[in-house]
């Protein structure tokens, strides 16, 4: 079964630094765009990064370019997301999902359960 | 948001109810839209891609559509496990990143 699993969401202070990671299993994850969505308290879905396939190229939201990057270690099929000089408006449930590219055609499936980052003093 | 959508429909349960998507030539206009179901307190789900295509397990209660730069989804048969937000997304060419409709929430009364 094709599965992500996120972790190392929690609380830390505005200028601080957290790593997520996200565990893919049932699929090669260096073979897929993977993305990061985040999802304030109350609010829609903001794509925020993806590295794509071969892990050679990264793209960034403007909101967080320069401040978040992306990597992945093949051998355990994860994907990080470094997050430095966090501020109060990252705060938010964040998602890795795997890109599927067709063409034209661009489409995120599966989704992970999610990992809370709260940004607070 | 870069996509518009509706914030809110609502209909009666068994009834029709259909989500618009409108974006410009640098997103839907020249790509294809996915579809993504969020039921409350859960993690976003695909529910269409490359417009119209439903993934395996997805009832034929649900369709997509595409014209120019908008898109919409309908849902026939409404059900109260119905209830969620449902956003729209696509790439977009100008930007180069992947952008979401706002969501809307669908109340099955």
């Known amino acids: 079964e094709v599965q992500l699993l996120e972790s190392g969401g929690g609380l830390v202070q505005p200028g601080g630094s957290l790593r997520l990671s996200c565990a893919a299993s049932g699929f090669t994850l260096r073979n897929y765009a993977m993305n990061w969505v985040r999802q304030a308290p109350g609010k829609g879905l903001e794509w925020v990064s993806v590295l794509s396939g071969g892990g050679d190229t990264t793209s960034y939201a403007d909101s967080v370019k320069g401040r978040f990057s992306l990597s992945s270690d093949n051998s355990k099929n994860t994907l990080f997301l470094q997050m430095n000089s966090l501020r109060a408006d990252d705060t938010a449930i964040y998602y890795c999902?795997?890109?599927?590219?067709?063409?034209?055609?661009?489409?995120?499936?599966?989704w992970g359960q999610g990992t809370l980052v709260t940004v607070s003093s | 948001s870069v996509l518009t959508q509706p914030p809110s429909v609502s209909a009666a349960p068994g009834q029709r109810v259909t989500i618009s998507c409108s974006g410009s030539?640098?997103?839907?206009?020249?790509?294809?839209v996915s579809w993504y179901q969020q039921l409350p307190g859960t993690a976003p789900k695909l529910l269409m891609y490359?417009?119209?295509k439903r993934p395996s397990g997805i009832p034929d209660r649900f369709s997509g559509s595409k014209s120019g730069t908008s898109a919409a989804l309908g849902i026939t048969g409404l059900q109260t496990g119905d209830e969620a937000d449902y956003y729209c997304g696509t790439w977009d060419s100008s930007l180069s990143v992947t952008v979401f409709g706002g969501g809307t929430q669908l109340t099955v009364l």
């Open positions: 030539s640098s997103n839907i206009g020249n790509n294809y």
């Open positions: 999902a795997r890109g599927r590219i067709v063409g034209a055609a661009f489409w995120l499936d599966p």
């Open positions: 490359e417009n119209n």
